[in-house]
């Protein structure tokens, strides 16, 4: 069988199983946040925190609580690291140090996961399970929770209520992260990934030398690390390591759980606003651009280029030969258009373009289908400008499902949109201005300048994988990085919220003769040109002194 049939095959294969749970998954998270009884673990959680279930709360309120609950959580994952020597199972472990602590609790709190260190040789075992893995759910549910709470601001009429924020993390957390991520490590754990409280084997090297290779609880990090597209690694290898990622078909699993959520939420949410088709359009936007991007990641690590690849058939610098240039293309495609970040080969070795592409996966606000809950609201943020837009060429005040789209709720969307890019090139461009930014660059010219922007590129769209290449552990780039990861994740997560409670507030406008159909392929393909273009005109000039550079130059 031919590499490119056995990619094409592998592609295929996930399409067709995403599409076969789209509708029972997607059915079942509606019955999750639509049902209004509570469990008794969940009545026992809200009395815990001191909320009461039963009270909804405005987008202020709503936001509120989303920034309280997150910056406990950077408090306590922080104090977590900077404590660990005293904890129990910390395998004599040092204290992380300030900035660095500073830097992970940031990108676990922010769906990151971010690493600037290797996780066998930093971090003990109670601080990757208290800590990084609860992170991993639990800011997970925040992007869902803000998603659903969007979709309330178009269902509902002439209030200012969006819900419980701590109901819906909650449910989130018990009914469909924690079932889903118990199933996936029980199979993993069959496929051969790790699941103990080692403290690591020393192990004879092929070269003679010794090697300690650290256990641990492993799988169950896996898990969710890919089903609430986390991307954190336990080993600074992530998923390229054979504890976390053994065989080719755990390999398929992996890009299967961290499109699983994305692509069923568009279910839940035609469920929710009682219009399936227009779920439909949503998930058809999301898997055009989505088919293209893995394709084209694939086609130019294939292809490849240059005397070494040629001769060696393809770009396997950096792959991993169990999974090989085509699989691992389609794990770098998957996680970059999603907010995961892991990796199973090293994007910094791919080919120029094959590199480009997995930057603008992420440049395109990592909405195809994008990380669970954030991939949805921010798709529907592309589709209120693009309702907007269709407006201003009929001369028609623009509407959307049934709320019309004003000066206001365009602010809004246009705020979230902005914020992403205005930190990436600032970042980079201080990065490149500053000593302390340049000192960390391994590599010169297009190659380097890449690699710095890569790095804020990831951080500014909460994504978390690496280009590599550059180095990252020094109080510059911990700072400065982990700024870009919370004022990328919460000001768009209030933008988004502010715009979910103008849209609440409003009534409801009947559809008519000039109403744009926003179910119809002519819509999807307005969605995929605006996502398109306003990526171009922001990032194209990044991207000429880049990757663009270095391709055309070899």
């Not at 031919?2 to 995403?18: H, I, P």
């Not at 389609?330 to 090293?346: E, I, Q």
Request: glycine share 12%; proline share 4%.
């Amino acid at each position: 069988m031919s590499t490119t049939l056995a990619a094409v095959l592998f592609v295929v294969s996930l399409v067709v199983a995403l599409a076969a749970v789209y509708r029972p998954l997607g059915d079942y998270m509606h019955r999750v946040y639509s049902r209004p009884a509570h469990s008794r673990v969940e009545r026992a959680v809200y009395r815990l925190v001191g909320a009461d279930p039963d009270a909804e709360q405005t987008w202020g309120v709503y936001a509120r609580s989303v920034l309280a609950f997150s910056m406990i959580g950077v408090l306590f994952l922080y104090g977590l690291q900077r404590l660990q020597n005293h904890l129990l199972l910390s395998l004599g472990f040092p204290p992380v140090k300030p900035d660095q602590a500073w830097n992970t609790a940031v990108s676990f709190v922010t769906n990151t996961n971010w690493q600037s260190y290797s996780g066998e040789t930093t971090m003990g075992h109670l601080v990757q399970m208290s800590g990084l893995a609860v992170q991993n759910f639990v800011s997970a549910a925040v992007g869902m929770s803000v998603a659903v709470a969007l979709i309330r601001g178009f269902t509902r009429t002439k209030t200012g209520h969006l819900g419980n924020f701590w109901v819906d993390l909650t449910r989130t957390c018990l009914r469909i992260l924690l079932p889903i991520a118990f199933a996936g490590a029980i199979v993993l754990i069959a496929g051969g990934l790790v699941q103990n409280f080692s403290g690591g084997h020393v192990a004879d090297t092929l070269a003679g030398a010794q090697q300690k290779i650290t256990g641990g609880p492993v799988a169950s990090q896996e898990a969710i690390k890919e089903l609430g597209t986390n991307g954190g690694g336990f080993y600074n290898a992530n998923s390229a390591h054979p504890f976390e990622n053994a065989t080719s078909w755990t390999n398929w699993l992996e890009i299967f759980l961290i499109l699983l959520i994305p692509i069923a939420l568009c279910r839940t949410f035609g469920r929710l606003v009682g219009q399936n088709r227009q779920g439909y359009a949503i998930v058809a936007v999301m898997t055009t651009i989505a088919l293209v991007s893995v394709a084209l990641v694939n086609v130019f690590q294939l292809a490849h280029h240059g005397t070494v690849p040629t001769a060696a058939g393809a770009s396997m610098e950096g792959v991993e030969t169990r999974f090989g240039v085509a699989n691992s293309a389609t794990f770098a495609g998957a996680t970059t258009l999603t907010s995961t970040g892991a990796v199973d080969s090293f994007h910094d070795s791919y080919t120029s373009l094959g590199g480009m592409m997995t930057m603008v996966n992420m440049m395109l606000g990592e909405v195809a289908p994008g990380g669970v809950g954030s991939g949805l609201y921010g798709m529907l943020i592309l589709a209120v400008i693009t309702v907007f837009v269709a407006g201003l060429m009929v001369g028609r005040t623009p509407e959307y499902l049934g709320k019309k789209i004003g000066p206001r709720e365009i602010k809004f969307a246009a705020m979230y949109f902005l914020i992403t890019p205005m930190l990436v090139l600032t970042g980079t461009a201080v990065a490149m201005a500053s000593p302390d930014g340049r000192a960390g660059m391994l590599n010169g010219g297009a190659h380097g300048f890449s690699e710095v922007l890569y790095a804020f590129t990831s951080a500014s769209n909460n994504n978390g994988s690496a280009f590599a290449g550059l180095t990252v552990n020094t109080v510059f780039y911990d700072t400065a990085l982990g700024l870009c990861m919370a004022f990328g994740r919460f000001l768009p997560i209030v933008f988004v919220l502010a715009l979910a409670g103008s849209l609440a507030r409003q009534g409801r406008v009947p559809e008519s003769a000039g109403t744009l159909p926003t179910h119809r392929p002519q819509f999807v393909g307005m969605v995929v040109g605006v996502t398109i273009v306003l990526v171009a005109l922001t990032f194209l000039p990044a991207l000429a002194l880049g990757p663009l550079a270095e391709g055309i130059h070899r």
